[in-house]
């Protein structure tokens, strides 16, 4: 459940006692209001505060804003940036690190099928729990020639200026700092996609030395002085390329070469798409992406099925493919996105891998009757197209069983996901065919409430 985007108008601060941190990263109270019991989120708080709040009751849950911390939890800290406040990135750098992975285990937990609640969950806890964002997204504003850069304020589209970023990786944050001076004298706001640029011997060393690339989508048009700009940074060596999009316009402006690279879970530099999908942390990227391969490995490596197929739908530029195509199966890509599907394709070709390229809407893919592994990694959105068409083809190969040509149902699914609501909603649809083997989640955006989750299914014994 989110946190109501309404500010407080309730003038009257009331004590609170924290006794919850909701999906949402809200601290939870529960108080009597005008005779019945109501829930109250609170951004900031910890378990275990007790707090003076103003009160927003319109809503449900009531919305509270944090006026006085009385007494604090006891897994409550002083968060390592000074901004926290006012910025409205880091939901949970006031939480001890084991009260982070505690929290994202219970919601893990609670998303899941209610028969499914009592199994375990590993939890991988992220390397690094600062300066690990190796992408990021920040918003521009131009106002009076003056650019403000910066993270959306907390229930707000303005951009917060702060002076250092906590989680950025040093070159991001390298590139981050240089974008005001670009944009300054324009007109209008806009935003700014930051990743990294190629990998060469130099940079593999020194990751912090590495190029970074922008993909900027803005409101109008751009000056002609600010391509310029652009153009005279590009030659200076830090910023390696550009891709702008400006108003309406369907076609962007590639300055230099703005195409982001990150290293492969197989050790190898992976080509992505301008703009397209990356995970935002590369360290943890390859913590995720390799137990995804560990996974399917152990599920392919003793199928014995003539002409057994992997399936990867949303498979963006190939960070899974490149490891699927190791296995002694076909594999058969599906991303909607057609600079990433030729990403995917270079990615495999750079490595003497094969595997099938599909460009298309993954929901609407049409499952081969020779599938053995499903590999998902939708968007926030979820797959629940896919989920229901999993299940009713199960329902077909269970009353098929008997006969001469039965149905085929994906034995296994890997279901990668962000976003616990819909995963919840699709493990629900697929518990009626599917059973897990393994639960795992990654933090991979240490100080937030935002984590992945990896979970294996084998279709349910007949």
Known sequence: MSRPARKPRTETPYELTIGEIAPGGDGVAVIEHAG???????????????????????????????????TPGIERVDPPCPHVVRCGACNWMHLTANAQTRIHEEHVRSALPETWRALPIRVIPAAAELHYRTRARVHVRVSGGRAIVGMHAPQSHDPVEVDACRVLHPAIERARLSLAPLFEGTHGTGEVELALGPLDAHAAQDSESRPFVLAVRWSGALPAETYARFDRAIAAGALRGARIVCGEATRPSNLGDPTPWMMGADGSPLQLAPGGFAQASEAGNLVLARRVGELAHEVTRATQAAGATIVELYAGAGNFTVLLAREPLGVIAVESNGEACQAARANLAARALEAKVVEMDAATYALPKSLHLLVLDPPRTGARAVAEQLVSRSAHLAR?????????????????????????????ILSQAYVPRTLEAFELFPQTSHLETAILLERHPR
């Open 400 to 428: 098929s069983a008997r006969s001469s040509r039965p149905a085929q149902a994906a034995r296994f699914v890997l279901y990668v996901s962000c976003d616990l609501a819909t995963l919840g909603r699709d493990l629900r």
């Open 36 to 70: 019945e019991r109501r829930a109250v989120f609170v951004r900031g708080a910890a378990p275990g505060d007790r707090l003076a709040a103003r009160v927003d009751f319109r809503s449900r849950p009531a919305c509270g804003q944090l006026v006085e911390l009385l």
